[in-house]
């Protein structure tokens, strides 16, 4: 407990009891729901998640047809959210099918991009040896993630322990960035890059 100076008394609640998703647990309909639940990174996935849709839905750009074609959107990407019981790994699963949406709002509406929250992006990497440039949108919320797009390519990158930079890495690809510059490692090969603007 702590006293403030005018006598009052205020319990500090562990970080867990403050990491609550967008939706109400006590209603949660799926094991993907349940999951979210009981994870503080999840949770915190979902709230930047609502917080991009809500600032796209609600945009002065936005359109009744296009409102109603996100709305539609959301409602399938929850469906294929849902889907995650099937995986042999259901957190990795969700997080994944979370960081995509987050990319995939931040890249499609620009008003999900009108004020900073727990992510950041798209940036577009020209990368020496690639024919496409990379987007990269940065998850900050929860476990930190970078959602990597390039040609008919999409990655999600746990961040890793790195000595500087922010290195992300798995299953033998790896996007390290150092500033505005980057490296992109793939099947050994490395391809240096350079920060061109919104992805």
Not at 83 to 96: N, S
């Amino acid at each position: 407990m702590l006293r403030t100076a005018t006598g009052l008394t205020l319990l500090l609640w562990p970080l867990a009891a403050m990491a609550q998703p967008s939706f109400d647990c006590s209603k949660a309909e799926s094991s993907a729901e349940e999951a979210v639940c009981a994870s503080d990174a999840l949770s915190a996935m979902d709230v930047e998640t609502a917080r991009l849709f809500d600032l796209a839905l609600h945009g002065p750009d936005m359109t009744m047809e296009r409102a109603q074609e996100l709305r539609a959107y959301q409602r399938g990407w929850i469906k294929g959210r849902d889907e995650c019981w099937k995986a042999d790994d259901l957190a990795l699963c969700i997080r994944d099918e979370y960081a995509l949406r987050i990319d995939a709002l931040r890249t499609g509406y620009a008003d999900a991009r009108a004020t900073p929250g727990a992510s950041t992006g798209p940036f577009a990497y020209v990368c020496d040896g690639l024919d496409a440039a990379v987007s990269a949108t940065y998850v900050q919320a929860g476990d930190p993630v970078v959602v990597l797009r390039w040609g008919d390519n999409a990655r999600v990158l746990p961040q890793v322990i790195s000595g500087s930079g922010a290195r992300y890495e798995a299953d033998g690809l790896q996007f390290w960035t150092k500033g505005p510059d980057a490296t992109l490692t793939q099947d050994g090969a490395d391809h240096a890059c350079r920060q061109d603007g919104i992805g």
